[in-house]
């Protein structure tokens, strides 16, 4: 089964809008932390936001915020004021286990995300 | 902070050639870097944990004798792609954490090397 499961290959949103990118995951861990990553078509991996399994509050990064519904296990980053220089692939990823426990990252298949005038 | 510097960025080879590439963490200490390989428009996918010191980690699936990986100091990790082929071509791209013992930690990547084997 996906760990990681971002169910949209692509989005268009105009300029200035709200986005939202959707990522659900799957894990029995009661301790792990949900990551996204923005990936300009340069290949560089941008970290934006972070959420743990423990965090009461969504968390935010400016123009980043993350809708975390731990019930229905999803991490939906929502990106406001959408800019041209948002257009990027997008990936949703999750880190199992106990701090210094493996650190291992699980990504998703990502969301390529294009932003219009 | 937590600069993580990748070199080369790009590379052509013939085919049978063996081609090395390096992680550098600039402003932290990894005891732990992760190597990874992304195929156009798709995922990452884990390859090896990295681990300062001692033997690398391999994920199932992944050819140890083929991708050789040498972390020799808490700074520098490399990965050897021995005898390359064609099928090797890809993009590989490392990362690392500054501090593993915190959970909210992430991980901060290097960008890339574009591996083209002809």
């Known amino acids: 089964a996906q760990k990681i499961t971002q169910t949209q290959p692509g989005m268009f949103v105009q300029e200035k809008e709200a986005v939202t990118l959707d990522c659900t995951y799957d894990t029995s861990d009661q301790s792990y932390g949900l990551f996204w990553y923005k990936q300009p078509s340069s290949g560089e991996m941008i970290f934006l936001i972070y959420?743990?399994?423990?965090?009461?509050q969504n968390a935010t990064e400016g123009r980043y915020s993350l809708n975390f519904q731990k019930a229905r296990k999803s991490a939906n980053l929502v990106i406001s004021a959408s800019q041209l220089g948002d257009s990027a692939m997008y990936f949703c990823?999750?880190?199992?286990?106990?701090?210094?426990?493996?650190?291992?990252?699980?990504f998703g298949t990502g969301t390529q995300l294009k932003v219009e005038l | 902070g937590a600069v993580v510097s990748q070199h080369p960025s790009r590379v052509i080879c013939k085919s049978g050639t063996s081609v090395k590439i390096e992680c550098r963490s600039l402003d932290f200490q990894a005891t732990t870097m992760f190597w990874y390989r992304q195929f156009p428009k798709k995922s990452l996918m884990l390859m090896a944990t990295s681990n300062e010191g001692s033997k690398a980690t391999y994920e199932q699936g992944v050819e140890k004798d083929k991708f050789l990986i040498n972390h020799a100091s808490l700074t520098l990790s490399t990965l050897t792609v021995t005898s390359a082929h064609p099928e090797d071509s890809s993009f590989y791209i490392c990362s690392a954490i500054p501090d593993p013992t915190h959970s909210n930690q992430p991980q901060h990547f290097g960008d890339g090397t574009r591996l083209s084997i002809l």
């Open positions: 959420q743990g399994s423990y965090d009461e």
């Open positions: 990823a999750m880190r199992e286990g106990v701090p210094g426990g493996g650190n291992k990252l699980t």
